[in-house]
């Protein structure tokens, strides 16, 4: 029944789809036709633009709609967690597609800006050019030191990688996070809070974010260097501490690198398109432009490229436990936070030809300092007695195959996560390194310890492995 439903949607979306892209091509046609003659009748331009909103919105809203009857026809049967598993890799692959383009046009321009020839041979009204050549073709870029005379009727925005790459990124929060905030949100050894208060706290938190930053900027220290850097540091480490004394400790990596995310992306929303705007408004009205909103817009650039390794780094540590697993989540994420940042500054001085000499070295220090301190305990504790498979699949069938078999009987997994199963003694010992880093180092598996393991457990599963595992 459910496979015939899913099949008639499958059919279905086809022909939308179709549908939905003939149409987007005739629209662009008549578009490119209209350039080509350069028919330039306001009114008509704005229908063929607003033609095209409507096929997009119609199609975004298609896309949810078709997830949201799938979702229900496939609710309560094993579908759907392979839904969500679907849904989960698609839209990550679409934050990352979208993050590479952001994170590659910030790189380009802040390169451009670095590397911009200031001195030799300008036109007055130029702050500096470039020469480059790059897939076979030579290019010349001029930049303004305000704007051009007249704005030029075809102006290209880098916007829209931002705001995708933050939508796409807010649904995988809800998708891999606030759906499951029990699961995975929420450690009721850290606090023990309603997955609504949970998803509240996360949300709230990017916003009290983006005020406090905002402040700082506009506040008198935003504009000296120094002080900004060293209170802005401080905030975020207290951001850091805050969420991993309220979340599960992959969760609160994951919201320190969304409320990063989340004030780049409110810099380029709130601050850095409005100057654009303001800026071609009067330079369109030929009014002298105030040099502050490009400044402005500059320095929260800037910050934005300053931000972009560490969310990398976070983004990227979720999938590593050893990160997350230690025993204070928030150091190591704020020394990976300073170590990236330090990275990052190094990298902009070397394009602007200042070849600093400690700035990497302390970076490369700081990053080296947090995996030295992750580290686990050198003597972990002696084995005193020899422990045999029969203990440790008693301990596994009671702490993980709720969840790691065949048959989960966790009232979230019903398919084991990762297709890790311990059902067997050869299964366990296939993945004892595995489990030795998750179980014993990082003590991140039983997941948020939900079926609470001791740790005397923990040190027989150590000294099994230790022992070499014999599965007999
Ligand atoms: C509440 C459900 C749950 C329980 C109980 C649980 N796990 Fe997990 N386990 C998960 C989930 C979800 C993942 C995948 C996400 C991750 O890696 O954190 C996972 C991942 C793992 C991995 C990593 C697999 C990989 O491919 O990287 C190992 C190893 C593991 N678990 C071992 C254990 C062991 C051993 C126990 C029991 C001591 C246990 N788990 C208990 C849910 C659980």
Excluded at 358 to 376: D, K, Q, R
Excluded at 412 to 432: L, R
Aim: hydrophobic share 45%; glycine share 6%; net charge positive.
């Amino acid at each position: 029944m459910i496979g015939i439903g899913l099949l008639v949607m499958l059919f279905v979306v086809l022909v939308m789809l179709i549908i939905m892209t003939y149409y987007l091509r005739e629209v662009s046609r008549q578009n490119e036709t209209d350039h080509v003659e350069e028919v330039t009748e306001p009114a008509n331009k704005i229908k063929i633009l607003n033609t095209q909103t409507y096929i997009y919105t119609g199609i975004i809203l298609t896309s949810i709609a078709i997830v949201v009857v799938i979702y229900l026809l496939v609710k309560g049967t094993p579908w759907e967690s392979h839904l969500m598993e679907w849904m989960n890799i698609v839209v990550r692959w679409m934050h990352i597609t979208f993050g590479i383009a952001w994170i590659g046009a910030s790189f380009y321009f802040v390169f451009l800006e670095n590397a911009l020839n200031r001195t030799k041979d300008l036109r007055d009204e130029l702050a500096g050019n470039l020469w480059a050549v790059h897939g076979g073709g030579f290019y010349y870029l001029e930049k303004y030191k305000v704007a051009p005379k007249k704005i030029p009727k075809d102006l290209h925005w880098f916007k829209y990688e931002a705001y995708f790459t933050w939508v796409s990124g807010f649904c995988l929060l809800f998708i891999v996070y606030y759906f499951n905030a029990s699961a995975l949100l929420i450690d009721k050894n850290i606090m023990d809070i309603t997955p609504l208060t949970g998803v509240g706290i996360g949300v709230g938190s990017f916003i009290v974010a983006w005020v406090l930053y905002d402040l700082l900027c506009k506040s008198p220290i935003g504009k000296k260097s120094i002080p900004f850097t060293i209170i802005g540091t401080l905030i975020a480490i207290g951001f850091a501490y805050f969420y991993t004394k309220v979340f599960a400790p992959r969760a609160a990596y994951i919201h320190f690198g969304a409320m990063l995310g989340s004030i780049m992306v409110a810099n380029v929303f709130f601050v850095i398109i409005p100057s654009q705007k303001a800026m071609v408004k009067a330079a369109r009205a030929n009014q002298p432009l105030n040099p502050e909103l490009g400044k402005n817009a500059g320095s929260r650039s800037l910050h934005n490229n300053y931000f972009t390794l560490p969310v990398l780094f976070v983004m990227i540590s979720n999938h590593f436990p050893s990160t997350f697993g230690y025993k204070y989540p928030w150091l190591i994420l704020s020394l990976i936070t300073l170590g990236a940042a330090g990275v990052k500054h190094y990298l902009n001085l070397k394009e602007k030809g200042q070849l600093s000499v400690w700035v990497m070295p302390v970076s490369v220090l700081i990053l080296l300092g947090a995996a030295f301190i992750s580290a686990p305990p050198k003597n972990p504790g002696e084995c005193n007695e020899v422990i045999s498979i029969n203990e440790v699949t008693q301990i596994v069938n009671k702490r993980c195959i709720t969840c790691h078999s065949a048959t989960p009987t966790d009232e979230f997994y019903k398919t084991a996560p990762n297709g890790v199963m311990f059902d067997t003694p050869e299964s366990i010992f296939k993945k004892k390194d595995l489990i030795m880093q998750r179980v014993v180092i990082t003590k991140t598996m039983p997941q948020n310890n939900k079926t609470n393991i001791t740790q005397e457990e923990r040190d027989k599963i150590r000294c099994w492995i230790e022992q070499g595992g014999s599965t007999k």
